[in-house]
């Protein structure tokens, strides 16, 4: 199937699409070969419309992970015999943790990568309040600190799950989770976003290229800078939210970033020129060129696990959404370990 990149062909020869490949050559030095699927060979792992990997196939068994963590029983999922489960950056047995707790799906949306045969879902689900589990909260300038639920008590949380299927069986569950005490909070701002169109297909002809759309979700990481050497192809109005505060509206203010400086941030405009931030850690990649979201697992300012989800048109960014996750170590998968390149 051929793809019209709609403006895309420029921003590949500008040479971002190289940034993308340069990594492969430099680590081939370091004795290792990874992309963006978790070190598996994409193309053994392309597969035909009636295998594991399609579409149809793969949401399928996202909607079965689902039914398994509202009822707390993983035991019906089809589970590889060396599954990794890691929650927050930190491995867990699968049953553990947030199975324990999880409870009705508010809002999901998927995206589906049949050529890596891996999926995302990013979602926001209810839970039980424990105290336990949420430390003090995170403030951001000008943003008023809600009060905490009463225990017990259910509420909204932000969750992500990141799938990988290998010989029809569930190998890889990474997920990320963010409560109360996490970076600006707010799960009622993210289901205040239901009615925005992450998952529908997109035509052909509004498609942009798997590359390019790594290419732009890279650069993105890259702009966190005083003065960015790149730029990610951004809509003219392009919006983002991070654990559900939106964060492209008129008189807010960053943290401070490495140098002391906050940025202030601008309406309708997803780019995070003056927030510098000079390490997010290796980036890892999943893609749904049909319907144009790429996600972007990194390790936040080396310390906090986070996913960035964008929604791409024509070339452009339209929409982010991030969630970032309680601080650990590392995100704690071992390709990070494997990468040589310094970003």
């Given amino acids: 199937m051929n793809h019209t990149d709609n403006g895309n062909n420029s921003y590949i020869k500008s040479g971002l699409i190289q940034r993308v490949l340069r990594p492969l050559l430099l680590m081939s030095f370091c004795g290792t070969v990874f992309f963006m699927a978790w070190g598996s060979n994409i193309v053994a792992n392309a597969q035909s ?26 035991s019906g999922l089809p589970l590889a015999s060396d599954v990794k489960y890691t929650e927050n950056g930190v491995d867990l047995a699968v049953g553990k943790g947030f199975w324990q707790t999880a409870g009705k ?7 589906i990568d049949t050529q890596t045969c891996g999926t995302h879902s990013n ?12 430390g003090q909260p995170m403030s951001l300038p000008g ?14 949380i932000l969750f992500g799950v990141r799938l990988k299927v290998e010989n029809e069986k569930i190998s890889e569950i990474e997920t990320i989770i963010a409560r109360e005490s996490e970076f600006a909070f ?27 759309m790594i290419a732009a979700a890279n650069d993105y990481f890259d702009m966190f800078a005083a003065e960015p050497s790149v730029h990610a192809p951004f809509a003219g109005i392009c919006d983002r939210w991070e654990n559900g505060l939106q964060t492209t509206l008129s008189g807010m203010v960053t943290l401070e970033g490495e140098d002391g400086e906050a940025a202030e941030m601008q309406a309708h405009d997803c780019s995070p020129k003056g927030l510098v931030i000079t390490n997010h850690g290796p980036r890892r990649f999943l893609v749904d060129v049909e319907a144009g979201i790429v996600v972007a697992f990194v390790h936040f300012a080396s310390g906090l696990p986070d996913f960035h989800v964008f929604k791409m048109r024509k070339g452009k960014v339209e929409l982010i959404n991030a969630v970032v996750g309680a601080g650990s170590p590392s995100m704690g998968w071992p390709t990070e370990e494997q990468i040589c390149v310094d970003r």
């Avoid at 799906?105 to 995206?111: I, K």
């Avoid at 052909?204 to 290229?209: A, G, H, K, V, Y």
Wanted: proline share 8%; charged share 35%; with cysteine.
């Fill in 49 to 74: 419309e009636d295998t594991a990997c399609s579409r149809q196939n793969l949401k399928a068994l996202v909607d079965k992970y689902f039914v398994a963590l509202e009822a707390h029983d993983p």
């Fill in 105 to 111: 799906t508010l809002l999901r949306r998927d995206l």
């Fill in 123 to 134: 979602v926001v689900i209810e839970e039980k309040f424990d105290p336990a589990t949420v």
């Fill in 143 to 156: 943003v008023k600190t809600k009060p905490m639920p009463e225990e017990g008590t259910p509420r909204p």
């Fill in 186 to 212: 707010n799960a009622e701002g993210q289901l205040a976003t239901k009615e925005q169109d992450w998952e529908s297909i997109l035509p052909i002809e509004e498609r942009s290229s798997r590359l390019a």
